[in-house]
């Protein structure tokens, strides 16, 4: 599974949390110590936000240890709002499209977990995607399918409620064509202001999700797994949870599809 990381709060260097801390994203690319997978090496992607309302993105394929474009950039990128993301296949080919964070218009969206069967279903959700939205559809991840969903639920107006209802929808297709692997759904998303996020699965057992306020800023973090090993400063998200995060508060309460 992906490892990934979502900032809020003054500008700060992407470096300072992509590559220079002891548990930085790139280590984490190589051995990560939280995932199913120690190794994330099938690409990487950093969005952030700067004068525009809309997002600049850079994705690629290459393993985020060895593209030395991924060094300059975060060194030199500073921003208020960031994602960087870190992927492990579930199954879907290794391409620049297939890579996160995704964006349409001003949304961003990144994803560490899986539809469960996706092989089997995914005719099905992709069907469900509405034809205003699906020309966005370039790659062939679960994780954009979801996004697209999303949207197509109402994410403008509604963020918990379209994710409800996105989760609600493949969980009911899932039983349809009886799917038995569960979807695990631990995500992020902005419109450039307010970090949402959601810690799901649908057995209960979603993937790991963290929290922590910046030292020395009045920035908030949320990350796949702690970036050092000062996890007593780290506040494990639980399960089943809707995270709202601005630049100085982050909080939660309880989270479940709809039926």
């Not at 600049?56 to 921003?79: C, M, T, Y």
């Not at 218009?105 to 069967?117: C, L, R, Y």
């Not at 399918?145 to 609600?168: H, S, V």
């Not at 297709?173 to 949402?196: L, N, Q, S």
Request: with cysteine; glycine share 8%.
């Amino acid at each position: 599974m992906c490892r990934w990381i979502a900032y809020h709060g003054e500008p700060m260097f992407m470096e300072d949390f992509v590559t220079v801390p002891q548990q930085s994203l790139i280590v984490q690319s190589r051995s990560s110590k939280e995932a199913r997978n120690a190794v994330n090496g099938d690409g990487f992607g950093l969005g952030w936000y700067a004068e525009r309302a809309d997002p600049g993105l850079f994705r690629d394929v290459r393993p985020a240890w060895a593209d030395e474009n991924l060094l300059s950039l975060a060194r030199q990128i500073k921003s208020r709002l960031f994602f960087a993301h870190i992927r492990a296949s579930t199954g879907t080919a290794t391409s620049r499209a297939n890579c996160h964070p995704f964006s349409v218009g001003n949304w961003m969206f990144m994803h560490n977990g899986k539809i469960g069967g996706w092989d089997t279903i995914r005719r099905r959700i992709e069907a469900h995607i509405p034809d205003a939205l699906y020309h966005h559809r370039h790659g062939t991840t679960d994780s954009e399918a979801m996004f697209l969903l999303m949207l197509a639920n109402g994410l403008d107006e509604d963020p918990e409620g379209a994710t409800a209802r996105t989760l609600g929808l493949i969980e009911r297709e899932m039983k349809a064509a009886r799917v038995d692997e569960p979807t695990r759904f631990t995500a992020a998303f902005t419109k450039g202001e307010v970090i949402y996020a959601v810690r799901y699965a649908s057995t209960g057992k979603p993937e790991t999700l963290y929290t922590r306020q910046r030292r020395h800023n009045t920035g908030r973090l949320l990350v796949s797994e702690p970036l050092d090993d000062g996890r007593d400063d780290w506040l494990a998200v639980p399960p089943q949870s809707f995270v709202k995060l601005n630049h100085d508060h982050v909080a939660w309460h309880d989270f479940r599809a709809t039926a």
